[in-house]
């Protein structure tokens, strides 16, 4: 079970005739801490932050002993008077209500082993999904746009299970590419040098539980966003979780 404070979006705001500003925040990452066939994973979070809420899902399964697969769905809307998102360059300092609501639907699969010391696991997924961005700002109009984004997560996994608690630590980063399509606003840009954002996503996560009978863990992680091109948008730099 997870808990999260923030999600990921991913949006695309016409703003004024010449300029597309973006905004991308990460979402947490699926380490399932996998070792061997038939274990799996349940995971709900929930969007604990004061702009953001909505529910995430994301389960994983060994159908192997070396083969997982991995899926993440998510609904998020956002209500807020935002002032920190400088949305156009004469920006004037002044909040503005902003509406974002968006969909993300991803899989992946991967490869998991235990290393010589069966406390460590390593893990790779790799996948992609497709998502939808709608964006309502009470002074600019409305845009909504399309997107899709791939991935590939490293991960590297201390799952102690001799206690009577587990506990379990990750370190993992997924290198992500993110491109939108079906832009849809009341102009016409040029897009095709802004389609694509590549990113690095250093995370650490912590794994408590499970709860006596109860098969239930709780996870916390910090997950950090950099950008590796130049791309025109404003990121938030981490997320909570």
């Known amino acids: ?17 010449s300029c597309v500003p973006f905004y991308y925040a990460p979402n947490s990452q699926n380490v399932p801490m996998l070792k061997e066939k ?30 997982a697969v991995t899926t993440q769905l998510f609904v998020c809307q956002s209500n807020e008077n935002i002032l920190e998102l400088d949305l156009t360059p004469s920006h004037t300092g002044r909040p503005e209500l902003t509406t974002i609501n968006e969909k993300l639907n991803e899989v992946g699969i991967g ?3 235990k290393l010589k010391n069966e406390d460590f696991v390593f893990e790779l997924y790799s996948g992609g999904g497709t998502g939808k961005i709608d ?22 996994s ?12 990750s370190i993992s980063s997924r290198f992500a590419q993110v491109n939108y399509y079906n832009l849809s606003a009341g102009f016409k840009e040029d897009t095709k040098d802004k389609s694509s954002l590549l990113l690095a996503e250093p995370a650490f996560t912590f794994v408590i539980g499970p709860f ?23 990121t938030e730099r981490h997320a909570l979780s």
Not at 1 to 17: G, Y
């Open 1 to 17: 079970m997870k808990f999260i404070s923030s999600v990921p979006i991913v949006t695309v705001a016409s703003l004024t005739m």
């Open 38 to 67: 038939g274990e799996g994973i349940v995971g709900f979070a929930a969007d604990l932050g004061s702009k953001k809420y909505g529910p995430e899902f994301n389960p994983a399964v060994a159908i192997s002993d070396h083969i």
């Open 111 to 113: 490869y998991f082993t």
């Open 135 to 156: 964006i309502e700002n009470d002074e600019q109009g409305s845009v909504s746009s399309r997107f899709y984004r791939f991935y590939m997560q490293p991960s590297l």
């Open 158 to 169: 201390y799952i102690n299970s001799q206690r009577r608690k587990e506990v379990s630590f």
């Open 212 to 234: 006596g009978k109860v098969p239930l863990k709780i996870r916390f992680q910090h997950c950090l966003s950099f950008r590796l091109n130049n791309f025109p948008l404003y």
